[in-house]
């Protein structure tokens, strides 16, 4: 089956500026994920949707960061500005059962200058 | 914030040895997983061990889980040099989240 599609794969911004990641979870997977990893650290939840409804956004930073999933299918998150401290690898994952076993895409490695 | 923590940080065994890495959490928890994560990849997932299992086996892997002392340990055995990478705990206590990680070199 094929897996977590993410893109772009890698992104460099300057501080203040805006950014988007594309997600396309595994099909027929109801529940899907952001996380942001920074270097050395583990993966941070940002958002949780099941289907296109926000289960869990506790830690998303809503100021600056948003994300939607048109359809219960893709997902977008976007940060508008961005800081120095955004860098990090911004991973999205799938799931068939709420919280369990869940398949990461590759991620988008952001580096904000 | 992270749940649970990995212990040691970083772990360098020579290859056939067997590999031992400990997760502590803090809340009470439905079920503890393990994901490996291979350098510029992202996570897999290596096994799931619900709270009322004690014990866990999948190929040379071996979970146990202590619920008393809200902790983990993941057992590798005969290890291989593609067994290098980082491995985190993650705890499903209403929301999953991950360990700070252990990072697994092996030697060839």
């Known amino acids: 089956e094929a897996g977590v599609a993410q893109s772009p794969r890698y992104k460099i911004i300057e501080k203040r500026q805006s950014v988007a990641f594309w997600c396309n979870p595994i099909s027929g997977h109801a529940t899907l994920y952001w996380y942001q990893q920074i270097l050395g650290q583990g993966p941070k939840l940002l958002i949780q949707?099941?289907?296109?409804?926000?289960?869990?956004d506790s830690q998303l930073p809503k100021d600056r960061f948003s994300a939607e999933r048109l359809k219960g299918v893709d997902s977008t998150l976007k940060i508008q500005p961005a800081k120095l401290e955004d860098s990090a690898v911004y991973l999205c994952?799938?799931?068939?059962?709420?919280?369990?076993?869940?398949?990461f895409g590759s991620g988008t490695q952001l580096s904000v200058l | 914030s992270q749940q649970g923590e990995e212990d040691p940080q970083a772990l360098s065994i020579q290859e056939g040895e067997n590999a031992t890495m400990n997760c502590s959490y803090k809340t009470s928890i439905n079920n503890l997983q393990w994901y490996r994560q291979n350098s510029g990849r992202g996570l897999v997932h290596l096994i799931l061990?619900?709270?009322?299992?004690r014990e866990k086996h999948s190929g040379r892997l071996r979970v146990t889980l202590d619920t008393s002392k809200k902790s983990s340990s993941l057992l590798i055995t005969a290890s291989r040099a593609a067994d290098t990478a980082s491995y985190f705990c993650a705890t499903d206590g209403g929301k999953l989240t991950f360990g700070t990680g252990t990072r697994l070199t092996i030697i060839p």
């Open positions: 994952a799938s799931s068939l059962v709420e919280m369990t076993h869940l398949f």
């Open positions: 061990i619900r709270s009322n299992e």
């Open positions: 949707f099941q289907n296109n409804g926000v289960v869990d």
